[in-house]
């Protein structure tokens, strides 16, 4: 029976948040939270493979106590336990910092019940780094399969996964070693409609939380900004486009107006 745990995250709605024009920073309260995409297939391709081979799935994230929302959306697409990790001390955290608490609480979770397989989206929509499913199991010391578009087949018997991971131009197919890390495309499945039972299963759920002092063998400069050497000095929103010109006249006026508006965009010739 495989034991398998998606990592996911809430993040802020990226099509509908803002920027603070004063501070340059996300307005994070003008967008709800939701799941992040790429973690809802994570968490789909996790149930789908527990259909095919039984076993069980489990979900873990870090973040503030509101995130408990996201791991009942995983409850509703078929995930049969929740873990998050809560604590001021997580605050701040880069991807690396991240990815240590992250392999903290999936060593406490292994204690409880060993993992056959971890699999993580590709990346947040909030960061857009890819980072963090790396850097899990480059701490635990696992194979990372980033990219998949395909799951061949998990055999825990024998103690292996096929895969097809995404290239530019085509897939290549890949054989790991159990335990390893996936990192999923968009692509490797249709997110299912959740049916009633888990929805009011999920409803009621309450997931297991724990603080940075219910880990083991934590050390606490490697968390929340501390942990973090990424700084971020300045985050600005990208101008907004400004509306073309409309040329006029015969052909050769067109060519001449616009060999004038070129030759005063120096910039582009330097």
Not at 61 to 76: L, R
Request: charged share 25%; glycine share 8%.
């Amino acid at each position: 029976m495989l034991h398998i745990v998606a990592c996911i995250k809430q993040v802020p709605d990226t099509k509908i948040i803002k920027m603070n024009p004063k501070t340059n920073t996300m307005d994070r309260a003008s967008a709800p939270a939701i799941l992040n995409p790429y973690d809802a297939h994570a968490v789909e391709e996790a149930v789908r493979l527990k259909k095919k081979y039984g076993g069980t799935v489990s979900v873990l994230t870090m973040g503030p106590p509101p995130a408990v929302k996201a791991i009942k959306k995983c409850i509703e697409l078929g995930a049969d336990e929740g873990y998050m990790i809560s604590d001021r001390a997580f605050a701040g955290a880069d991807t690396l910092a991240t990815s240590y608490a992250l392999t903290k609480a999936l060593e406490k979770i292994a204690k409880q019940r060993p993992i056959d397989l971890i699999i993580c989206g590709k990346m947040t929509i909030d960061g857009d780094t890819g980072q963090v499913g790396p850097g899990i199991a480059r701490r635990l010391n696992i194979p990372p399969l980033t990219g998949i578009n395909k799951v061949v087949e998990v055999n825990k018997e024998k103690g292996y996964a096929i895969v097809h991971r995404k290239l530019e131009d085509g897939y290549e197919v890949v054989k790991s070693q159990l335990p390893c890390l996936f990192t999923v495309e968009k692509d490797i499945n249709d997110i299912s409609f959740a049916p009633l039972p888990n929805m009011i299963k999920a409803a009621r759920y309450q997931p297991t939380i724990w603080t940075a002092d219910d880990l083991e063998n934590v050390d606490r400069k490697q968390l929340g900004l501390k942990g973090s050497p990424t700084i971020v000095s300045k985050v600005w929103a990208p101008p907004k486009p400004e509306g073309g010109k409309i040329l006029t006249g015969t052909k050769e006026q067109q060519v001449d107006e616009l060999l004038s508006i070129l030759l005063e965009k120096k910039e582009l010739f330097s």
